[in-house]
């Protein structure tokens, strides 16, 4: 079953398209549900998608699609212009403004380098709607020099979904002894887990399983100049 938000936004989504043939804006949809930011959109927008109501068109911006609608819930035709037997038309593409921007919170620094304390901050960071994927994120700001090789420097803003699994040769946010932090590729060695930079410098970290654990993955990079 949809939440009671979750259900609200579709029918909000089907019935502008029904009636204009064009989505509404993330500004649109959060002043039609009421709520305080767009990042509040953006999280309803994704549990969407994990659950198959939508899905984001491949090389468009914000483009997804409307896959299906909960029983009982129709869509709003659009009238025709003559009476006509209307064929059913194919799901039409949500566009959602591709100035959209959220905001997602800036949890301190994190190591690229040696793991350093991962500091919880109450900052905000606004980031581009179009660059995070479905799930929940949050930011880092990345500290030291050993993702340089993977396009990963000192300075920037890691944007990472939040998940506890990661597949072999993802980056992550790895938490190493409960309290210090960094980023590196996760991989398997043996019975141990090592944690691998992108930077000829600098050494693999390997330790216990049960030593490190997955805080999320790397989902795009912000840059500022």
Known sequence: MLTRKQHELLSFISDRLGETGVSPSFEEMKEALDLKSKSGVHRLVSALEERNFIRRLPNRARALE???????????????????????????????????????????????????????????????????????????????????????????????????????????????HEHEAT????????????LDPANRAHDPQRYAPDEVRVQGRLAGLLRRY
Request: aromatic share 4%; net charge negative; hydrophobic share 50%.
């Open 66 to 176: 409307v896959m299906r609608l909960p029983e009982g819930m129709k869509p709003l035709a659009a009238a025709p212009r003559s009476p006509a037997i209307v064929a059913p038309r194919a799901p039409m593409p949500i566009l959602a403004a591709a100035n959209d921007v959220l905001d997602i919170p800036l949890h301190g620094r994190i190591a690229a380098g040696l793991p350093i304390e991962a500091i919880e901050g109450q900052s905000m960071l606004s980031v581009p709607a179009a660059l995070l994927g479905p799930g929940e994120h949050y930011a880092l700001e990345v500290s030291g020099d050993s993702m340089v090789e993977a396009g990963i420097l000192d300075g920037d803003y890691a944007l990472v979904r939040r998940q506890e699994e990661a597949r072999e040769g993802d980056i992550v946010v790895a938490l190493v």
């Open 183 to 194: 980023l590196k590729y996760w991989r398997h060695e043996g019975e141990l887990v090592r």
